[in-house]
């Protein structure tokens, strides 16, 4: 496969956070052709989409596009798949994985395409070299492909990821009710955090948003901490030139650590899963842990930002208790953050609106599939309750 070659670069995200993923792409020199709630499209190589992997942080997945074919039915699109050089992708010793999105009448679930393609591409490889590549569910040492087919278009994709770049490696899953670490990526960002000042985050659970916080600070890019993505299987993939860039990215790290980020939970189990996260992300000397209750949390009076990512209770009832959490919030932001800008992110309308202060800001982001509001608030000196 060439991997100088140029085309579309089609990267995927949660929804809402694209503007952070776009600007992501343009800080480091990548043009934006399109953009929707949930992707970014932009163009470059596959060497290039082995970099944007490793850099970026609220990416959800890279993909890059290998054929665009016109293809009205079945036939055509069989007729376009045995014209590809798919030796240049697979050996015929590999493994290949296919998903699909299909939005065309003769395809009744994607489940069919997939099979579709996987037929045509084993027919090609049966015709030019009596044996063909292993298919089936994705697995590490698979090329994975994406075919998109939609009226009369089939876009084919080469999935450059593989596990979603979200999954770091750093967090042990399930405990805490932990946040996707590209959303937490992107709340930071959205927070305006200038990486020098001071940032606290109560009730950090496992800590995903203090950590993405010190990996920005330390200039750590998260795909340092993956060992693996799916570009790696593809057919003239060349290790030394992720290894270079690996390599280039590690002399970047800023090695002395700048303690400005300030991380507690009342829950002594959630400050050691989090110490422990912090560990594997290789930033804990950035974050400063502490066991406390909100009420009891200390905020210096230099210039900075505190984010809170309380529990919003998803189960019936839960949700009402939860409402003197939310005012005790309020009270803090007014007692205690006079100067900073604080941020609530939450999926409850209902227990946002206890919080009972003006917003400066409010940005919908989903968790997953639930709607969330990440909730500003300026807490000048004399800001007091909404109108
Ligand atoms: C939704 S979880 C935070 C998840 C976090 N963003 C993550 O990614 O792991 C909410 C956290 O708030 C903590 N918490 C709830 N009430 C608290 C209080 N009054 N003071 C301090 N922490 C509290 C809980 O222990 C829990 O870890």
């Known amino acids: 496969m060439d991997f100088q070659k140029e085309s579309s670069i089609h990267i995927t995200c949660a929804l809402g956070i694209s503007d952070y993923l776009a600007a992501e792409l343009e800080e480091n020199n990548f043009t934006i052709i399109n953009q929707a709630k949930n992707h970014v499209i932009t163009s470059g190589s596959l060497t290039d989409c082995i970099r944007l992997n490793l850099i970026l942080r609220t990416a959800y997945r890279v993909y890059y596009e290998l054929k665009v074919i016109n293809c009205p039915d ?14 240049k992708i697979v050996s015929t010793k590999g493994c290949i994985t296919i998903q699909s999105f299909a939005n065309h009448p003769s395809v009744n679930n994607s489940m069919y395409l997939n099979q579709l393609v996987k037929d045509g591409i084993a027919d090609y490889f049966r015709t030019q070299f009596n044996e063909r590549p292993d298919s089936g569910k ?9 075919v998109h087919w939609a009226d009369r278009k089939a876009r084919i994709y080469l999935d450059t990821t593989g596990q979603p770049l979200g999954k770091r490696g750093y967090r042990q899953q399930g405990l805490y009710a932990p946040m996707q670490e590209t959303l937490a990526a992107a709340i930071v960002m959205a927070s305006g955090w200038n990486r020098y000042s001071d940032l606290y985050n109560p009730m950090c659970g496992s800590g995903t948003i ?9 200039n750590i890019v998260p795909g340092l901490l993956r060992e693996h993505f799916s570009v790696q299987n593809i057919s003239g993939f060349d ?3 992720l290894l270079n ?3 280039s990215l590690y002399k970047q790290v800023n090695s002395e650590p700048n303690r400005v980020i300030y991380a507690s939970d009342h829950s002594a189990g959630a400050i050691k899963a989090a110490f422990e996260n912090a560990c594997r992300a290789g930033v804990e000397r950035w974050i400063d842990f502490s066991n406390s209750e909100l009420e009891s949390v200390k905020i210096a009076e230099s210039e900075g930002v505190v984010i809170i990512n309380p529990p919003y209770g998803k189960r019936l ?4 208790s939860l409402i ?4 005790q919030i309020g009270e803090f932001f007014k007692k205690k953050c006079i100067g900073k800008t604080c941020f609530v992110f939450t999926g409850s309308r209902l227990l946002s609106h206890q919080i009972g202060l003006k917003t400066s800001k ?3 982001f989903f968790n997953g599939d639930i709607e969330c509001r990440l909730l500003g608030y300026e807490m000048y000196a004399g800001s007091k309750k909404r109108n």
Do not use: C, T
């Open 74 to 87: 079945q036939q055509s699109l069989k007729h376009s798949l045995s014209k590809i050089k798919w030796e």
């Open 138 to 146: 994705w697995n590490e040492d698979a090329v994975s492909l994406f």
């Open 210 to 218: 203090a950590i993405e916080a010190a990996l920005m600070a330390a």
């Open 239 to 241: 290790k030394q030139v």
């Open 245 to 247: 860039m690996k390599k």
């Open 317 to 320: 009832g839960e949700e009402e």
């Open 324 to 327: 003197p959490l939310y005012k």
């Open 362 to 364: 409010r940005l919908i």
